[in-house]
């Protein structure tokens, strides 16, 4: 059986050379990730060579079973925003030890299989409240922005009024600041990996300023996976102050990829008459196994890009763009002296920008109708307020269980979302 038959050229009216310039331009478009996730995900601990190795072979395994099993172009890598919520929240905030948080990446990975085999991932889907739903897209968009600001020294601690702006002399700061607006300038001019070209051209301008070093090469062999690889702590993350945690590495993943899913299919003209999308449990099924390899070998929870709506943009139609997608994120090992000269402050631009992506949410929500506006309200901005997700996500939970019902609109909370809030609510009171 030829590639043509297989991923079913004709029934979707595209070619090879369509399908392999349609991968190459999302991997263009998310291949940021193999930049920015180290940086993280290393300020827990984390090697940084090992944690990239990771991030590429985890976002290769996951993607290549998006294009082969599910067949659709969609390609998935470590979620930005849940590698922010595993660093600044679980291991930097809660004293976590990285070894534990990718237990608990693990634990939720399982978890994602067993709702997805069983259907009952959609079902939760469905009724969870949208004012939480959109509500913690904004807040994440908002706290990975506030992260990107903060690496880059642009909001700086301030004594008086926790935050201030930073010394904007700095030559750091400056390159920051010039590559947020080059890549908005890029984003918005719609040019294919826009954030991917403002990340490199703010390394090599601080470079040539002396800012940064150039890189000791341009390909070599991967870095060791040694230091992460099978190094996650299952027993640690059993622990019974460590559910919120899997629950907030649940919770956001399947609603993020869900999310991401029914805009991309809607794009892509996958969906059908009821507005399902077919082969949905195959395509879940992808994250779930890539968020539980991810963990195995040392990166945080792996779901499917938004991004990938710049193939589809370009004509891709068939799963063969996830695995030219794949291909090219294992091509990216053998470019690890690059990867590991990029700056922090050219990568801020990167959260900034995604972050302001995720933030487009908020129209979502119903402004008119205070039940649904405040809590909304809470969830996004306890969030980056908090540097916790989790937080963010309680609070929302625990605010729309309480007004709804004391406004007489107790009949507009599925029951799951009272058990939810009465978790949360116990989580605060016997483990702070």
């Not at 998310?30 to 072979?57: E, R, W």
């Not at 259907?119 to 913690?136: C, E, H, L, S």
């Not at 390159?175 to 991917?196: E, H, K, Q």
């Not at 077919?278 to 991004?307: C, H, N, Q, W």
Request: glycine fraction near 10%.
């Amino acid at each position: 059986m030829g590639l043509s038959s297989f991923f079913e050229f004709e029934k979707y009216g595209t070619d090879l050379k369509t399908e392999v310039l349609a991968g190459i331009t999302t991997f263009m478009t998310m291949a940021y990730i193999v930049f920015v996730n180290p940086q993280i995900l290393s300020t827990t601990g984390m090697d940084f060579g090992a944690v990239m190795v990771a991030t590429c072979v985890s976002a290769a395994i996951a993607t290549l079973i998006m294009g082969i099993y599910a067949k659709y172009p969609f390609a998935l890598a470590p979620g930005m925003g849940l590698n922010a919520y595993f660093t600044y929240g679980v291991c930097l905030g809660m004293k976590i030890p990285w070894q534990v948080a990718l237990g608990a990446v693990f634990i939720s990975g399982v978890i994602f299989i067993i709702l997805t085999l069983t259907r009952i991932r959609t079902w939760i889907f469905n009724v969870i409240p949208n004012a939480i739903k959109y509500g913690t897209a904004v807040g994440i968009g908002l706290f990975i922005a506030f992260i990107g600001l903060k690496t880059a020294g642009i909001v700086v601690p301030h004594k008086a009024t926790m935050v201030t702006l930073g010394n904007l002399k700095s030559p750091q700061v400056l390159l920051a600041l010039f590559g947020i607006f080059l890549t908005s300038i890029l984003v918005s001019r719609n040019v294919i990996g826009g954030i991917l070209l403002g990340i490199l051209i703010t390394s090599f301008l601080g470079m040539i300023l002396g800012v940064s070093k150039f890189p000791e090469g341009i390909v070599s062999m991967p870095p060791s996976i040694s230091p992460t690889f099978l190094k996650l702590d299952i027993k640690g993350a059993l622990n019974l102050g460590l559910v919120t945690i899997v629950l907030t590495f649940l919770y956001v993943d399947m609603f993020d990829t869900l999310g991401t899913l029914s805009g991309l299919a809607s794009q892509g003209g996958y969906l059908d008459k009821q507005g399902r999308l077919p082969r949905v449990e195959k395509a879940l099924m992808s994250d779930a196994v890539g968020t539980v390899v991810g963990s195995l070998f040392g990166t945080s929870t792996v779901t499917t890009y938004i991004e990938s709506a710049s193939g589809i943009a370009q004509g891709g139609r068939t799963g063969l763009v996830a695995v030219v997608v794949a291909i090219l994120f294992l091509l990216s090992l053998f470019f690890y002296p690059i990867v590991k000269a990029i700056p922090p402050y050219a990568t801020a631009s990167a959260l900034v920008i995604v972050g302001a992506l995720m933030v487009k949410a908020i129209k979502n929500v119903d402004f008119e109708d205070f039940t649904e506006l405040i809590p909304a309200f809470i969830t996004l901005l306890t969030i980056p307020l908090t540097f916790s997700i989790a937080n963010g996500l309680a609070l929302g939970f625990i605010s729309y269980a309480i007004i709804k019902p004391l406004t007489g609109r107790a009949r507009d909370v599925h029951w799951l979302v009272y058990a939810l809030a009465i978790i949360f609510a116990l989580r605060f009171i016997y483990l702070g």
